[in-house]
């Protein structure tokens, strides 16, 4: 049996901002390898009709994907919806296909917004970490993921209205406490960063201080090359060149995200030692 919580199993993690661009789905993708190479089994679930995670992996057209297990029509056992990529890494792919079930869950609203909870259930015992690759907008497929969540990670892009448009996030995750009271924001990655322009720091500092209450993570993930170029060769960046810039960054986010993780399983080991 896997799974950080003793009960609950996986751990289950929205990767989201609502704008597009800002190295959603590579952070899924690399954060998904980085935690499965520290030893940990991870589902990687493409919630974007776009697909862009399951191409990161070579999968373009799938035969089984998400919206076959989120429709309450077909309902398919969400097994059958998930390929391995290495062994205890998986990922559930998407295409264009995910739009109808979007107008499903629409139609649906209150099981529609329960719905990737209830998908989720049946795969949550066996996983330490599933992640959740989320599309570039506010809908009822990024609501259905926060209310499957145990916490989310904000990438975002050190610009100019990224304060503005984090609210709208922090507005759906509010909304969504009603129906899952226990989600938390792990925090603000910043992407795309080119560490030593003045223009970023400013930017980055402002997002600190228009969100005091949110915690940014010390890792931050430099604008490279390499990162681009692993994805063309539908690999993570651990695998095309792990001595990048892009794999350091990667896999420092990855153990600041499980330090984290780990200090709180320690104090509920402690509590159990007595
Ligand atoms: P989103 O899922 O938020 O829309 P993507 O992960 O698809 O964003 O990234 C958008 C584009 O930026 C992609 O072409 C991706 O390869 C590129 N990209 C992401 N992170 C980096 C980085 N650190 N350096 C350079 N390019 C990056
Ligand atoms: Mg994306």
Known sequence: RYGYHETMGAKVISI????????????????????????????????DQQGNLSQTYG????????????????????????????????????????????????NNQLTGYKRMAKVLEQVKNEYDFILIDCPPSLDIL????????????????PEEHAVKGLRNVFNLIEQMKDLNSRIQVDGILYTLVNPNTTL??????????GMPHVRSFEAMIRRSISIPEATATHQSIFDYDKNSN???????FAQELLGKVKKKKDKKEKVANG
């Open 16 to 47: 989201v901002n609502n704008k597009g661009g800002v190295a959603k789905t590579t952070t899924c993708s690399n954060l998904g390898r980085a935690l499965h190479l520290e030893g940990y089994k991870v589902l990687m679930c493409d919630l």
């Open 59 to 106: 999968i373009d057209a799938p035969e089984d994907e998400l919206y076959q297990s989120l429709s309450f029509a077909i309902n398919a056992p969400l097994h059958n919806c998930i390929m391995e990529i290495f062994e205890g890494l998986d990922i559930c792919p998407s295409s264009i296909a995910l739009g109808q079930a979007a107008l499903d869950l629409q």
């Open 142 to 157: 990024t609501g259905t993921a926060l209310v499957a969540s145990d916490s989310v990670i904000l990438p975002v892009q």
């Open 200 to 209: 970023h720091k400013s930017y980055m500092e402002a997002i600190k201080e």
């Open 246 to 252: 892009g794999s350091k960054d990667y896999k420092a």
